[in-house]
């Protein structure tokens, strides 16, 4: 089955500064990409996701890029505030009738 | 309206008792989703209801028993569980079985004494 692994476990950033974090998978049937952001005490958000027929997407202070060929995607979030400290999910499936494997999280932490 | 609702948003339960926990959601989506957090996990999932038919199972132990009312409303039923089974529970739903995107709602963290 799929298998999608997430680095780095932790990292702090000043405020101000990006953040990246990157997610690898094994399944190359997987086609759709989303990331989600968990805080304390409260269910995941979904705040952007890519589908395998784009190489990246833009929402304000967040990007997703994905690399079919390599099998990775990546989160990168620019001038960070920190209400962007949370645990961050990344996560794949392969179809719509799949179910999501998850990354492992990230836990982000914006310092002032 | 376009939220999951879950409750109660905290569950203490004893391996003796029966307790139900509840999800709502009036977006008009037709799969709802049971997932079960333990603390720095990822999600996992555990039921998927599709049009009000469960249509995964994966492999829960039958202490867990879920059930579909209708379109906008489903349950977790809770009987006879170890403390092992503490966990915030989620739920989830999206549109129908052609949609990706799916939407949690806020969890109900579940202690079992």
């Known amino acids: 089955g799929e298998n999608v692994e997430q680095h780095p476990s932790t990292l702090s950033v000043q405020e101000g500064d990006s953040a990246v974090i990157k997610c690898t998978y094994s399944?190359?049937?997987?086609?759709?990409f989303p990331w989600y952001k968990q805080e304390l005490g409260k269910g995941p958000q979904l705040i952007i996701d890519?589908?395998?027929?784009?190489g990246e997407k833009k929402d304000q202070r967040i990007a997703v890029t994905l690399n079919k060929t390599a099998k990775h995607f990546s989160l990168h979030i620019t001038e960070t505030q920190p209400e962007d400290s949370a645990v961050y999910f990344c996560a794949a499936s392969k179809s719509t009738a799949s179910k999501l494997t998850f990354g492992t999280g990230t836990r982000l932490q914006v310092t002032l | 309206d376009t939220e999951v609702t879950q409750t109660p948003k905290h569950l203490v339960m004893g391996m003796t008792n029966k307790k139900s926990l509840k999800c709502e959601q009036h977006m008009g989506h037709r799969a709802m989703y049971w997932y079960k957090q333990k603390a720095k996990k990822p999600p996992e999932l555990m039921f998927v209801y599709s049009y009000e038919k469960l249509s995964i199972n994966e492999s829960v132990p039958s202490r867990f028993s879920p059930e579909c009312p209708n379109s906008s409303l489903l349950n977790l039923h809770l009987h006879a569980l170890q403390p092992e089974d503490s966990a915030l529970y989620l739920c989830a739903s999206k549109p129908g079985a052609s949609y990706n995107e799916q939407f949690f709602g806020p969890g109900t963290r579940l202690t079992v004494l």
């Open positions: 890519i589908r395998s027929n784009v």
């Open positions: 399944d190359s049937a997987s086609n759709y």
